[in-house]
């Protein structure tokens, strides 16, 4: 294994997983029927139409 060559590649494969990641979350909250709902209150932005937590 060469020092050089270790931190791209796990940087690539680190993003990679991250986006992957990223877009199954994304899949799932679209798929679901409260999505916007969901998304809000995931993001604390609107506070004020009552979260089902």
Excluded: N, W
């Amino acid at each position: 294994m060469d020092k050089k060559g270790d931190a791209p590649s796990f940087l690539l494969i680190f993003g990679a997983f991250v986006i992957i990641l990223f877009v199954a979350v994304s899949l799932f909250f679209i798929i679901r029927q409260d999505a916007a709902q969901s998304l809000k209150c995931s993001l604390g932005l609107f506070q004020a139409i009552g979260c089902p937590r």
